[in-house]
T-cell receptor, first 117, second 112 residues
Framework: AQKVTQAQTEISVVEKEDVTLDCVYETRDTTYYLFWYKQPPSGELVFLIRRNSFDEQNEISGRYSWNFQKSTSSFNFTITASQVVDSAVYFCALPYAGGTSYGKLTFGQGTILTVHP | EAQVTQNPRYLITVTGKKLTVTCSQNMNHEYMSWYRQDPGLGLRQIYYSMNVEVTDKGDVPEGYKVSRKEKRNFPLILESPSPNQTSLYFC???????????FGQGTRLTVV
């Protein structure tokens, strides 16, 4: 069975601080993808990144960076110089592959990030 | 514009009154799913569909029905809603497993 764990339920920081959101996953697949989604207060789910298990290079997009470590089954997300607009719920997700692909995503419980001015 | 459209966005209903939440996507995606989001539990899959007339249960299917008669539409049916189905519901579509899933705007359902 697949599982995604986001142990940090809530994080509170002050603007301009760096913050890292943790994601640990379990899968029996040897090849897989990992996603991060953002859910701002307006409620929609915004896709942030997809990472293939073949590629363990860190990825940076502006103030966002992702650290994928297959050896520890972790896919952590760092926001540098956080801003109030980063306040949201962040979800890590693992697509189901298994024997037949069904387009299912297994989500973590989510981390509520609050950035104070 | 590529999108997944859910309706209604908000719904308050009474226990036992059948309702349908519609979902439509314009990207010709094979896969569609329904999720419910509850505090502390993240999103959990209710039902999914690989293609027209092919559907199967997800993790929390009890009390829900779906159908996929056309590729673009995937309605969620609550035959006899109960208060424990009060939740935020999302429809999603993707072109293949592992591809980005596009989500609808969400439907906030309250059953009283």
């Amino acid at each position: 069975a697949q599982k995604v764990t986001q142990a940090q339920t809530e994080i509170s920081v002050v603007e301009k601080e760096d913050v890292t959101l943790d994601c640990v996953y379990e899968t029996r697949d040897t090849t897989y993808y990992l996603f991060w989604y953002k859910q701002p207060p307006s409620g929609e789910l915004v896709f942030l990144i997809r990472r293939n298990s073949f590629d363990e290079q860190n990825e940076i997009s502006g103030r966002y960076s992702w650290n994928f470590q297959k050896s520890t089954s972790s896919f952590n997300f760092t926001i540098t110089a956080s801003q109030v607009v980063d306040s949201a719920v962040y979800f890590c997700a693992l697509p189901y592959a298994g024997g037949t692909s069904y387009g299912k995503l297994t989500f973590g419980q989510g981390t509520i990030l609050t950035v104070h001015p | 514009e590529a999108q997944v459209t859910q309706n209604p966005r908000y719904l308050i209903t009474v226990t036992g009154k059948k309702l349908t939440v519609t979902c439509s996507q314009n990207m010709n995606h094979e896969y569609m799913s329904w999720y419910r989001q509850d505090p502390g539990l993240g999103l959990r899959q209710i039902y999914y569909s690989m293609n027209v007339e092919v559907t199967d249960k997800g993790d929390v299917p009890e009390g829900y029905k779906v159908s996929r008669k056309e590729k673009r539409n995937f309605p969620l049916i609550l035959e006899s809603p109960s208060p424990n189905q009060t939740s935020l519901y999302f429809c999603a579509s993707s072109s293949y497993s592992g591809s980005e899933a596009f989500f609808g705007q969400g439907t906030r359902l309250t059953v009283v």
